[in-house]
């Protein structure tokens, strides 16, 4: 059974519960994490969140998110949800919104609310999605990003929609991009 950390408002752990019945109507706050990946290339990927998820299926969000389990660093996290959503290996991993934090409800009346510092990093392996977790991919540049999400929020995750403005900033020289562009 998969656990999950509870987190008290400043994010420092109180507790564990099984991220199955963590989600509900009224969800503690707990701990998770999101992470966008960058080529070589400089692109930025998005995934669409497959059909089958139990939150915000088939929308569109950064490369892929989770919650580190109890004891596991950010950094090991990041790198097994990537090889799981993915079948991608990662480098370069950067906590570039250490604090950021959000409570949302999607349309089955779910709410998340998570304690989740947002990651970049660099992908050096090809990409093999797991079905189950990706219904698509897309490659994308930054500035093409967040035109998308201006101009039909409801298509992304609420997290992402939330994050990227903050996030702008960071891009610039990790993707060869500048955050003043967007």
Request: glycine fraction near 8%; charged fraction near 20%.
């Amino acid at each position: 059974m998969e656990m999950v950390v509870l987190v008290d408002s400043e994010g420092s752990p109180v507790g564990t519960q099984s991220k199955e019945s963590v989600h509900g109507v009224t969800t503690p706050r707990h701990l998770a994490f999101s992470c966008h990946v960058i080529d070589t290339a400089g692109r930025l990927l998005v995934t669409r969140r497959a059909l089958g998820k139990r939150t915000w299926p088939g929308v569109w969000t950064n490369a892929f998110c989770g919650h580190p389990g109890p004891g596991e660093t950010f950094e090991d996290a990041v790198r097994r949800r990537a090889a799981f959503e993915l079948g991608l290996t990662i480098d370069s991993i950067v906590c570039a919104l250490p604090d950021f934090g959000y409570v949302a409800r999607d349309a089955s009346g779910i709410e998340e609310n998570e304690h989740c510092p947002v990651f970049i990093a660099r992908a050096t392996s090809s990409l093999d999605p797991n079905p189950a977790e990706v219904a698509e991919i897309q490659w994308t540049s930054v500035p093409e990003l967040s035109t998308a999400t201006k101009a039909a929020p409801w298509a992304f995750s609420p997290w992402l929609i939330e994050h990227l403005p903050q996030l702008l900033s960071s891009f610039a020289g990790v993707a060869g991009e500048s955050g003043d562009d967007v």
